[in-house]
């Protein structure tokens, strides 16, 4: 258990609709990382949260926005959902913004699009 | 865009086999190279965060060295286990984007 924990687990939805997922850092960690797993696809990068504020953005569409709350959680909002959406998603915590430092991943939500 | 290859892409071995897979990355503008090990089902587990030229990073039976002029990292499994079956992904930052690029993982399997 990486103490990064991630809600819901699972989630089913139709095209066109929205949905936000949740991420809650491990205690102590600023940076927030959030990810993307698709079937043909590696890993992806999508952006990353320290303190609250955005630092780093990766291949993230416009439909997709995060932000991070003055609790450090953070949530990962996708819009106008469209099937090739549907992938697993990763949050990660550290404690700085270093690119030297772990980063501990969360268990992920499987997102399913239909 | 940034290439990060590994191989092989997946790797079949005997319970006490040692093994080695490769992690390639750009050679120039160099800021840390992490190793992953992700079991199916479960999240990506860090192994090790390498940043220096010739770093060798040892855990338990699981080592790794970084070579960052020819950009390369070598992972070594002495005495593979079962346990050990899983996928391993590198991933790379360089200094300028500060975020993580993966490769897509060596796949391995260890048979009793």
């Known amino acids: ?35 993307q797993q698709s079937l043909d696809q590696g890993l992806q990068f999508l952006i990353q949260y320290y303190n609250g504020e955005e630092r780093a953005k990766g291949n993230i569409l416009e439909r997709f926005s995060a932000q991070q709350f003055p609790d450090l959680h953070s949530e990962l909002n996708l819009s106008s959902l469209e099937l090739g959406d549907s992938a697993l998603y990763f949050c990660a915590s550290s404690p700085r913004t270093s690119g030297t430092d772990t980063q501990y991943f969360g268990p992920g939500t499987r997102l399913t699009v239909l | 865009i940034l290439n990060v290859e590994q191989s092989p892409q997946s790797l079949h071995v005997q319970e006490g086999d040692s093994t080695n897979f490769t992690c390639s990355f750009p050679s120039s503008n160099f800021y840390a190279l992490h190793w992953y090990r992700w079991e199916t089902a479960k999240s990506p587990e860090a192994l090790f965060v390498m940043t220096l030229n010739g770093d060798e990073k040892k855990k338990g039976r699981i080592s790794a060295t970084l070579n960052t002029k020819e950009g390369y990292s070598y992972l070594y499994i002495k005495g593979s286990q079962p346990e050990d079956s899983a996928t391993y992904l590198c991933a790379f930052m360089d200094t300028g984007r500060r975020a993580l690029t993966f490769g897509s993982g060596t796949r391995l399997q260890v048979q009793p």
């Not at chain 1, 687990?9 to 936000?20: E, F, M, N, P, S």
């Open chain 1, 1 to 35: 258990d990486s103490g990064v924990t991630q809600t819901p687990k699972h989630l089913i939805t139709a095209t066109g609709q929205r949905v936000t997922l949740r991420c809650s850092p491990r205690s102590g960690d600023l940076s927030v990382y959030w990810y």
